[in-house]
């Protein structure tokens, strides 16, 4: 089964999301629940975590402001671990706490890695071989270690849960020919 991790910050939410203010209660309840966001998410199979270089307050700030909370199994942030993206230690952190080691040892597990930043993504790849996907609306020239690229968490989750769709009707046709 496969595992999602995603980064907070600009990636689960956009600039359009919130209103960027020095008046910190203004701006955490800027912060609208992201219905079909959420919705989106609790389709995927599989566990959903957060690696951020946000603090922890500000990922339960902004998590229980967009009612996302309660998805993910869990979270490491910079603060905890004391390690900022991209510097190598932050992801072997995250890969030790969520125990990602124990799904990589089938060939049909795969970790997708949700990040706005490119170089971010590329300490994914390069340490654990994570499928990356950025999240940015920008047209960036294609690298190598970017394997998939959308414009909105929205539409790379849209496009991943239809992908598992996929996946499960042809297990199923795949089965029921076995049977016959």
């Known amino acids: 089964m496969p595992q999602y991790i995603f980064d907070l910050d600009l990636t689960l939410y956009s ?3 919130f209103k960027d203010t020095d008046n910190e209660i203004e701006y955490y309840n800027s912060f609208q629940p992201k219905t079909e966001l959420a919705k989106q998410l609790r ?4 566990n959903k975590y957060i690696l951020t270089n946000a603090n922890i307050a500000h990922v339960d700030e902004v998590l229980d402001k967009l009612d996302l909370k ?4 869990d979270m490491m942030s910079s ?8 510097a190598q230690d932050i992801y072997h952190i995250a890969n030790h706490i969520f125990e990602l080691d124990k799904y990589t040892t089938e060939t ?17 790849k390069k340490l654990y071989g994570w499928e990356t996907v950025l999240i940015s609306n920008k047209k960036l020239p294609k ?3 970017i394997d998939y690229t959308f414009p909105n968490v929205e539409e ?11 996946d499960k009707n042809n297990i199923l046709k795949s ?3 076995k049977n016959i």
């Open 15 to 17: 600039k359009d999301d």
């Open 43 to 46: 389709s995927l199979k599989g």
């Open 70 to 73: 309660d998805i993910f199994q």
């Open 79 to 86: 603060d905890v671990a004391d390690s900022y993206k991209p």
């Open 108 to 124: 049909d597990n795969k970790i997708y890695f949700f990040e706005d930043l490119a170089a971010n993504l590329k300490a994914g």
């Open 143 to 145: 690298r190598k270690y």
């Open 156 to 166: 790379a989750l849209s496009y991943f849960n239809e992908q598992e769709k996929f």
């Open 175 to 177: 089965k029921k020919y």
